[in-house]
């Protein structure tokens, strides 16, 4: 192949890695929509050098990782329709520095969450025009859609995501703090620090894939939070923490804990005053997958 187009797809790669997530809501099925989409780049490279290359790369790129994405989407509406207990997008983990890859108010999980309520269609418009900053014509030519159609798929999108970029920041000492501390409450059974440290109305949602165990329901309220955490230690079941690990989980500092069952992956989204807002748990084994290979297999050394 060309080595100005392989170069050219690397130059966008994690571009479109970042927009097959926010479209898939999954690290390993974004890779897979970004090699496709280098797939067909490479098999168009022979003709597209013989016409004198292409005049906009990125665009072209956007354009079949986009489609790509949509495919999959619709291909997937059965298999999430009977999916068993709350469905969470897979973990997107970074290491803890000081300057996130990402912005946590577009990967927060009660963005994405947020984004799964929107049609494909919907979906794709509004992150490559509110988020990735592309104009409404070059949208409209990447879905083959008018220009009239996109902006109102746009509108009907916002309504369904205005409210659910988070609204409160805190520092990252401050997050830190708060996931450590209900880790270790949680862990010892302290259901009074548990309590203390959530807000009246928060949420704990578990996804298990019906593979681990997992809550069937989104949890809803301090009080339906504690009952559940005092329930699974009722039951002898408590959270046996063998390790844990500070990282950024869709942008805020979250834990990756070691159980005598596997790991899980522990998300929070800070609320007012200085309290959590919402726990988000993945117990799925088929979306922790990634984990140790992020780290080279030496998360617990």
């Given at each position: ?140 030519e990447t879905l083959g ?114 159980l005598p069952d596997g ?39």
């Amino acid at each position: 192949m060309d080595q100005n187009l392989t170069q050219a797809f690397e130059a966008q790669r994690p571009r479109l890695l970042r927009l097959a997530y926010r479209m898939l809501g999954s690290v390993a099925e974004a890779e897979d929509a970004v090699q496709d989409a280098w797939l067909r780049w490479s098999r168009a490279g022979p003709s597209l050098a013989e016409k004198g290359g292409v005049a906009d790369p990125a665009a072209w790129l956007v354009r079949a990782t986009t489609r790509l994405c949509i495919d999959r989407l619709r291909a997937a509406k059965v298999e999430r329709e009977a999916y068993r207990g709350p469905w969470l997008p897979e973990p997107l983990i970074e290491p803890l520095t000081e300057d996130p890859v990402e912005r946590a108010e577009d990967v927060s999980v009660a963005f994405l969450l947020a984004l799964e309520r929107l049609s494909p269609l919907e979906r794709a418009v509004f992150l490559l025009h509110d988020v990735f900053d592309e104009d409404y014509a070059s949208v409209a030519e990447t879905l083959g859609r008018s220009e009239p159609a996109v902006r109102q798929l746009a509108s009907r999108a916002r309504d369904h995501v205005r409210d659910a970029r988070p609204r409160f920041s805190v520092s990252q000492e401050e997050a830190t703090r708060l996931a450590t501390a209900f880790v270790m409450a949680a862990s010892q059974g302290d259901m009074t620090g548990l309590s203390a440290l959530l807000a009246d109305d928060a949420i704990l949602v578990t996804d298990g894939g019906g593979k681990r165990k997992a809550a069937l329901r989104v949890m809803v309220g301090r009080a339906d939070i504690v009952r559940l955490m005092e329930g699974i230690r009722w039951r002898g079941a408590a959270m046996q923490v063998e390790d844990m690990r500070t990282v950024r989980i869709n942008g805020y500092p979250g834990m990756v804990v070691k159980l005598p069952d596997g790991p899980e992956t522990i998300a929070f989204q800070p609320g007012e005053d200085g309290l959590i807002a919402a726990v988000y748990m993945v117990r799925n084994p088929e979306k922790l997958a990634h984990i140790d290979e992020l780290w080279g297999g030496e998360l617990w050394a």
